[in-house]
């Protein structure tokens, strides 16, 4: 049966079906099922016919006792059939996407940041979770219910040949005009199976986004404007749906109108024919016949809505392999294991855009010494953030060079390059999970004492244990049960318990309370000491404190220097940027 070839991707089906080759047995096993199915279901109306017209008719009980009991055990093997075949397709199916979206998490982990800043949250949870449990009901609703009704349909109809071909004639007859609404019906579905998939990612997408930024949405009293588009999304979410409801509500009825006619005009001629004293039809042939058109007309009639369900499944599948085609992986080419930094840095003539033809960085030179602190300083949108982006290789480079004790930071690896780089960034990220697990990250190989005895050297041993059940405090999703300045403390000793060789600093403490802001400072002090450190200088205090200071603006480094040398030049970019910014602390 053809029904909308065009919409269906052959190659797109072959890919699906090339995740069931791990699971060969249990695949072959839900087609046996399926045939063993169709022959015990076919069997039950022809021992019918036999029952009735060879034992009933003749009145005899002991053969009618016989076939009674025949038919049971048939209907036993056909029960047995279709509990195996119902749960091996629906396991075969849960496997398949288990192994798929095993395989999208692990390619969406290799993304580098440029991907994440252009594709919206919502979505990726949607293709992550929704769309691949779609996926499933290709295997659970669609590929083998449809291949157990063809092959019960051709059963059927092999049985109905064989006991009677003028009343199958009948049936035949009417099979192509429902076979043609059935087409329709199908062809309006998937447009309407395709607008909702749309919708429910559009709905995913704005919830994630509401429910994640709520703050700002309480803040600047914008609860009704988000209400009313939420209301005018949800809507649009609801009419896809209702045009689904509107096509099955039209179909289905006409479905069971033509099939209740043949039905009609199969008992009227068999019955003439009967009455008229016709030897090639009897009584058996009319009981049959009434089971035998339900049973090939309800999968003719289900098997559009199968359909659908299997290209439900195969949009939903395409959406997914489209990330899982996406080549936005950061280029991890090296071969050298960084096992331990001195810490010398060289950045030579690095050009970046984060924006095609929008350079953010333009020719940066730049130069660290091992164990040097220095601090980056300038204006929003100078480039600060960019250059400890481009360090940890979250974005790749336009030109230019960047060097960790003169290698290329290209030839290393990219997990043992990671591994040598702390970062603690002014947006802090806890995960719903304890203080201890938010600390290691779940590495084993970190003892609760060894992070202890880390909490105690920075100095933020004595915070913890004020919280109930310490570091086993539960901060709830993002971090929500501690203060900001809480949040960075907890992020200062995730970057120390790691020991790197390198540590990167965005220090921002403009919402921390003064006695988190001493906390941060003793880290600070205690974290930078014998390593090399950058650090996005928002304090005066650690400016001072530099080896040197970085002065950035528009993409380029305009002054370096220390702090006395770079406030005693006239009219220089460091002293604008003291007067404005930081010299109110020194009041």
């Known amino acids: 049966m053809n029904m909308q070839a065009k919409a269906f991707d052959t190659k797109l089906f072959k890919r699906i079906l090339n995740y069931t080759k791990p699971y060969k047995f249990r695949y072959y096993g839900v087609i046996l099922f399926a045939i063993s199915l169709s022959l015990f279901a076919a069997l039950r109306p022809y021992l019918l016919k036999k029952t009735v017209d060879e034992y009933i008719s003749p ?62 949250v919502g979505m990726l949870v949607t293709r992550s979770v929704s769309d691949i449990e779609q996926i499933a009901r290709i295997f659970s609703q669609g590929l083998f219910m449809i291949f157990s009704d063809l092959l019960k349909m051709i059963m059927v109809l092999f049985f109905m040949f064989y006991m009677n071909w003028r009343l199958t004639w009948i049936v035949i007859v009417a099979m192509p005009i429902l076979i043609y609404i059935t087409r329709i019906f199908q062809r309006k579905m998937q447009i309407a199976f395709e607008e909702v998939r749309t919708q429910i990612n559009n ?110 499944g195969m949009i939903a599948a395409n959406r997914v392999f489209d990330i899982l085609d996406t080549n936005e992986e950061v280029q991890d080419n090296g071969t050298v294991m960084a096992t331990h930094f001195k810490g010398a840095i060289r950045f030579e003539n690095v050009r970046f855009s984060y924006i095609k033809e929008e350079e953010v960085l333009k020719g940066i030179n730049l130069n660290v010494n091992p164990g040097e602190t220095i601090a980056i300083v300038g204006a929003t949108g100078a480039g600060k953030s960019t ?161 040197k200071i970085i002065v950035m603006d528009k993409g380029q480094i305009v002054e370096t220097g220390s702090h006395l040398e770079l406030i005693n030049k006239e009219n220089g970019f460091y002293k604008k940027l003291y007067n404005s910014q930081f010299a109110t602390e020194v009041e």
């Open 203 to 312: 709905m995913n997408v704005f919830v994630q986004e509401r429910v994640t930024g709520m703050k700002i949405v309480q803040l600047f009293n914008r609860e009704d404007i988000e209400f009313k588009k939420f209301k005018e999304i949800n809507q649009k979410h609801n009419q896809a749906w209702i045009k689904t409801i509107l096509y099955n509500s039209i179909f289905f009825p006409i479905a069971d109108i033509i099939s209740s006619f043949v039905l009609a005009a199969v008992v009227l001629y068999g019955g003439f024919h009967i009455i008229d004293g016709d030897k090639f039809t009897t009584f058996g042939d009319l009981f049959s016949y009434t089971m035998f058109i339900g049973m090939l007309f309800n999968p003719l009639r289900q098997i559009a809505d199968k359909f659908n369900e299997m290209q439900m």
């Open 59 to 120: 009145q005899d009980k002991q053969g009618l006792l016989f076939y009674v009991t025949l038919m049971g055990i048939v209907l036993l093997f056909e029960t047995l059939s279709q509990f195996y075949f119902v749960y091996w397709a629906n396991w075969l199916g849960q496997d398949i996407i288990k192994d798929i979206r095993t395989k999208l998490f692990k390619h969406i982990l290799t993304f580098r940041m440029k991907y994440f800043d252009n594709s919206p």
């Open 387 to 547: 250059i400890i982006n481009l360090l940890n290789r979250f974005y790749e480079i336009d030109s230019g060079t960047i060097y960790i004790d003169n290698q290329n930071i290209n030839e290393f690896t990219l997990e043992s390059l990671r591994k040598q780089i702390a970062i603690v960034l002014q947006d802090v990220f806890l995960f719903a999970d304890t203080i201890h697990n938010n600390i290691t990250l779940n590495n084993t190989k970190l003892s609760r004492e060894e992070v202890i005895k880390a909490a105690k050297e920075i100095g933020v041993h004595k915070f913890i244990k004020s919280l109930p059940g310490d570091y086993d405090y539960d901060v709830k999703e993002r971090g929500v049960m501690l203060s900001s300045g809480q949040r960075q403390l907890i992020a200062f000793l995730r970057a120390y318990v790691s020991n790197p060789s390198i540590l990167i600093l965005d220090e921002a403490t403009s919402s921390i309370d003064t006695y988190s802001e001493e906390l941060i400072q003793k880290a600070t002090e205690t974290i930078t000491k014998g390593r090399t450190s950058i650090v996005i200088a928002h304090r005066l205090a650690t400016i001072i404190n530099a080896n």
